[in-house]
């Protein structure tokens, strides 16, 4: 059925269960990772709450395996997720 443009029906997503969020956190672990050690950034559209969260986690999860800080900012339409600037420590010389 056809639908004129302003009155197609909604996209409607459904949750991911635990196993496709555990699968999905492994696998864009991975990912995000890769493009920060290549790229220092990535970036990606996370416009639901649910996928804020689930690239957060990631985030969280790419900073544990680099053993480096990672810091993660959403807008609302995207999320960008990129190394934290370190602070400089007491042995730090200017």
Known sequence: MTHPADTQPALRRTPLDAEERARAEMAFSQLVAGHLVAQGRFRITADSPEMVDLWQTVARRVGEALHRPVVSYANGRD????????????????
């Open 79 to 94: 999320i960008v997720i990129t190394f934290a600037q370190e602070a400089p420590t007491l042995t730090t010389q200017a």
